[in-house]
């Protein structure tokens, strides 16, 4: 009714409110987002500092660390190839003595998991043994299959120092398919999914040695710039926007869409 | 002895005097009510908080961070704080600015605040709790979904100032935080016979020797680990809650007499 008697008047006085409350909001948003730039701006190093640490920590316990001397953080390739469960981006990271390859450390993914991809990371020596692996990520039943943590079961170690006689090397498998690793009681698709990750990155490791090694270094620049980060940061090696970042193996955590995406 | 002697000396100032401390009685008086009109309040929010309107036990908000993270006691504790620290922060801004925001666009506004200080909690917590920033993982940023938060914001610290709002915060808060932990201490203790597993995460090195086994357990038992046993644990709490809240009524009543009886028929019925 009162459209009718007085139109311009009323809608006058409705665009004045929302303008009004425009603004406020605007101001809200303005004011927030700066709170939170300022904190993010605060914590950047710490945050960095910490993800570094965590990797150092991860690789050290593979690569023993008087093995190599150079920074074995900021010396890495990327990779992206099915052999390594997902078409990630997945990162190496490379320790040299002297100037020569010792070892290399890479991430990879267990796609046949009970619940989804395992993500690990495997340091591979030059002659391409095992120095060590590590599982980053899982979705396995607790108390079952979550035995490939080294927290719950010291299973994953006794990769080490196991190598490929052949590219189809029938030792590497689950006893209860004639291998020689150990199933767990109860849970053998995740050890099983675990042994078969681990044989192809290593099979693709062999295969592409040379390639691997002789890529450009993609962490190299952190050293002396701080705005690029050097795990997660999207550098000149990935070419494709749709795909993740490089498998970060400091948030070993990816969203689940993406795991579902790939399954 | 000296307010004796004083009054035989001059009555003027006697008067006086008396007059003044009859103002400042009266004013004492008033302030102490309202100081004693506070301390009901605060008390009053407290047992809200922690028992009455329990965010966990008796609203049933924010169930999803409740029952994923609380496996382990470190989890419950650094997700109990991430949110405490939240809502005591929320609240505190919310009740600062209720003066300025127009009634409409109230929601978004809060919504607004506790995303940032989500965020920022979240930008904290990875740069000095990494490890537990990692062990929470997606519920850390999904507190912001916790309606216990916007909740707090809507009903109590948009109406009230900003002391009463921040206890209220802290109330609630602490409300969740305890349920999680209780929650975490069942689920821990049946799952893994451990206690504060991994502390070190949440409070450095030193926190490893907090964690302490209760019990040898053979194999784990994953009914307590899986989040259907946190559903039953969180059943078992609230049944235990509301058993107690019976007891007391039922003494109560047992304290007076008939008239009261009647008044347990009408609750009953």
């Given at each position: 009714m009162s459209d009718k008697v007085e139109p311009t008047q009323e809608k006058s006085a409705l665009t004045i409110a929302i303008s009004k409350n425009t603004k406020i909001l605007a101001l809200f948003a303005i004011a927030c987002t700066v709170a939170v730039g300022l904190v993010s701006e605060l914590t950047k190093d710490q945050i960095k500092k910490q993800e570094q640490q965590y990797l150092l920590k991860t690789l050290h316990s593979i690569i023993d660390p008087s093995r190599y001397d150079n920074d074995?953080?900021?010396?890495?390739?990327?990779?992206?190839?099915?052999?390594?469960?997902?078409?990630?981006?997945?990162?190496?990271?490379?320790?040299?003595?002297?100037?020569?390859?010792?070892?290399?450390?890479?991430?990879?993914?267990?796609?046949?998991?009970?619940?989804?991809?395992?993500?690990?990371?495997?340091?591979?020596?030059?002659?391409?043994?095992?120095?060590?692996?590590?599982?980053?990520?899982?979705?396995?039943?607790?108390?079952?299959?979550?035995?490939?943590?080294?927290?719950?079961?010291?299973?994953?170690?006794?990769?080490?120092?196991?190598?490929?006689?052949?590219?189809?090397?029938?030792?590497?498998?689950?006893?209860?398919d004639n291998g020689m690793f150990d199933q767990f009681t109860g849970a053998t698709i995740t050890p099983r999914a675990v042994v078969a990750g681990i044989k192809d990155t290593l099979n693709y490791f062999t295969k592409n040695k040379d390639s691997i090694l002789t890529r450009p270094n993609a962490c190299g620049e952190t050293v002396t710039s701080s705005s690029s980060t050097s795990l997660n940061s999207s550098t000149s090696a990935i070419t494709d926007t749709n795909t993740e970042k490089p498998l970060p193996i400091s948030q070993p955590k990816t969203s689940k869409k993406e795991a579902a995406n790939e399954q | 002895m000296s307010n004796k002697i004083a009054p035989q000396q001059s009555t003027d100032t006697e008067i006086a005097s008396n007059a003044d401390t009859q103002a400042t009685a009266d004013k004492l008086k008033q302030e102490a009510e309202v100081k004693a009109a506070l301390k009901a309040e605060y008390k009053e929010l407290a047992i809200q908080g922690l028992w009455k309107n329990n965010p966990g036990l008796v609203q049933l908000l924010g169930l999803c961070p409740l029952l994923a993270v609380t496996s382990t006691i470190t989890n419950a504790l650094g997700l109990g704080l991430a949110t405490l620290l939240v809502l005591i922060c929320?609240?505190?801004?919310?009740?600062?600015?209720?003066?300025?925001?127009?009634?409409?666009?109230?929601?978004?506004?809060?919504?607004?605040?506790?995303?940032?200080?989500?965020?920022?909690?979240?930008?904290?917590?990875?740069?000095?709790?990494?490890?537990?920033?990692?062990?929470?993982?997606?519920?850390?940023?999904?507190?912001?979904?916790n309606c216990a938060i916007i909740g707090r914001a809507e009903a109590y610290a948009?109406?009230?100032?900003?002391?009463?709002?921040?206890?209220?915060?802290?109330?609630?808060?602490?409300?969740?935080?305890?349920?999680?932990?209780?929650?975490?201490?069942?689920?821990?203790?049946?799952?893994?016979?451990?206690?504060?597993?991994?502390?070190?995460?949440?409070?450095?090195?030193?926190?490893?020797?907090?964690?302490i086994e209760v019990m040898e357990l053979d194999s784990q038992f994953l009914l307590a680990i899986l989040p259907p046993g946190a559903f039953i644990a969180m059943g078992i709490l609230i049944a235990v809650k509301n058993a107690i809240d019976n007891y007391i009524k039922n003494k109560k009543v047992a304290d007076t007499e008939q008239v009261i009886e009647r008044v347990r028929v009408n609750f009953d019925s």
């Open positions: 074995i953080a900021n010396d890495c390739v990327m990779m992206s190839a099915p052999e390594l469960g997902t078409n990630k981006i997945h990162t190496a990271y490379i320790a040299r003595k002297l100037g020569s390859v010792v070892a290399i450390a890479m991430t990879s993914t267990a796609p046949k998991g009970y619940n989804g991809n395992i993500d690990f990371i495997m340091a591979i020596n030059n002659d391409g043994s095992i120095s060590g692996v590590r599982v980053l990520k899982h979705q396995e039943t607790p108390g079952l299959g979550d035995k490939v943590e080294l927290k719950k079961s010291d299973w994953v170690t006794r990769f080490t120092g196991k190598k490929l006689l052949s590219v189809d090397d029938n030792r590497w498998a689950v006893k209860k | 929320s609240n505190v801004t919310v009740s600062a600015i209720r003066h300025w925001v127009p009634k409409e666009i109230r929601i978004p506004i809060f919504v607004l605040i506790i995303a940032a200080f989500v965020t920022c909690v979240q930008l904290l917590m990875n740069a000095y709790a990494y490890g537990i920033y990692q062990s929470l993982g997606i519920f850390l940023p999904l507190i912001v979904t948009s109406k009230n100032p900003v002391k009463q709002a921040a206890f209220d915060g802290l109330m609630m808060g602490l409300g969740f935080a305890i349920i999680l932990i209780l929650l975490g201490i069942i689920r821990e203790v049946l799952g893994q016979g451990t206690l504060f597993d991994g502390a070190n995460l949440l409070f450095g090195e030193w926190a490893s020797i907090l964690r």
